[in-house]
């Protein structure tokens, strides 16, 4: 399967809503060197950049949550939007 950005983005974004309901901005991009998928998360000047193995980012299309992205993206919103950052309200 070959992988689109924006669509893997609107998948990941329809998988966490927590993305849009905190305002986070994510990118996307193909690594050639890791051969990974790097997803970007950012909020109020803070950033968290992390990948999605190819058949992770498969998988996430297909709609299954992407586990690892999900353990990122939680600490994320924790950390930024959960606590007390007025930039997530």
């Known amino acids: 399967m070959s992988v689109d950005p924006k ?3 609107g998948k990941i974004k329809q998988l966490y809503p927590e993305i ?3 305002g986070i901005d994510m990118s996307s991009h193909w690594d050639d060197v890791t051969k990974a998928w790097m997803i970007r998360l950012a909020k109020g000047g803070n950033t968290l950049e992390t990948h999605i ?3 992770d980012a498969e998988d996430c299309l ?3 949550k992407c586990v690892y992205l999900n ?3 939680s600490r994320f919103v924790e950390a930024y939007c959960l606590r007390g ?3 997530c309200q």
């Open 7 to 9: 669509a893997l983005e």
């Open 20 to 22: 849009d309901q905190y």
């Open 53 to 55: 193995e190819s058949q």
């Open 62 to 64: 297909s709609g299954t």
């Open 71 to 73: 353990t990122q993206l």
């Open 85 to 87: 950052d007025k930039s």
